[in-house]
C-alpha cells in the first residue's frame, strides 16, 4: 500500500502479510486519510468467516464515524464555527461539536458496540450463536490536528503503540486472559497469551475501550495485529523503529512483517505506521 499524506502534516502506510502459516489473510486494515480515521481488524482464530468478520467491523466503523464524527481540522474555541459545521450533518444530536471530546469518545464506543451488534446478528442468523460464529478483533485510532491528540479505541488485543524519542510505550491494554492474570498479581498457572475474552462478533455485548492521548512533536504511532507481537518483542519493535520519518515509513513497515516472518510468521501480520 502506497504512502499517504493525512492533513497535510502526517504519512500513513499501512501493510498486511498472510505470514507462513496461514491459508488465509484474516487481518483487515482501512486508512480514510481525509478523516484521520485508521483500523486494523484481526479475524479470530477458531471462529468461521474471521476475514469477513474484520472486513464487515473495518468498514462499518468507518462508515459509521464518518456519519456521526466531524473532522476537527479547525481550532475548536469557535462555537459559532462549529454550530454552523454541526448544521451540514443531517443528525446533529448525534454529534459532538466543538471542544467536548468526551462526548466524541462515548460515541465511538457506542459505535463499536453497534459493529459488534450487527456481526453477532449475523451469527445468529447464521445459527452460530454458541460463540462458534464470526469475530474479530479491533484497533483503531482517529486524529484530532486541531487540538494535537489521538483517540485510541480497541476491543482484543491487536494492539497500538507510541514512538517517542526512541522509547516505545503500549497505549491499549490487551483484552486476553494473560492480562487480566498479569493485572491479578499472576497467581496460578499463567493462561495463553492468546485466549481473549471479548471480539467484536461472537458475544451479545462488549465494552471497548477508547481513550485520548497528546501527541507531541515526532511522535509515530504503530497499529498492529498480534501476528507481530507473537513473533517480535517489544524491543525489537522499538529498534526497527528507531528514525522512523516519512521518507522510510514505508520501508520501516515492510521491515516489521520480515522480521516477524523470519521469525516465524505463525500467524497474518499487519502493520498501520503514522508520522509526522
Known sequence: MAIERVF??????????????????????LLNTQSGVFLLADGMGGHRSGDKASNQAVTLIDTLMA?????ATVPLDDANLWQKICRLFKKPDRISCGPNLESQSRLIADILIEANRVIYRDNQQAGLDDGSGMGTTLVGCRIVPALDKLQVFHVGDSRLYRMRRGELLQISKDHSLYQLWLDGGQIGESPATNRIYQGIGPAPSIKPDVQMIDIEADDAFLLCSDGLTDCVSDLGIADILQDLGSDNIEIKARTLIDQANRNGGTDNISVILICQ
Request: hydrophobic letters at 25%; proline letters at 4%.
Open 67 to 71: 456519519k456521526h464524527l466531524p473532522v
Open 8 to 29: 497535510n502534516r502526517y504519512s500513513v502506510c499501512g501493510l498486511s502479510d498472510c505470514g507462513l502459516c496461514r491459508e488465509i489473510n484474516e487481518d483487515s486494515i
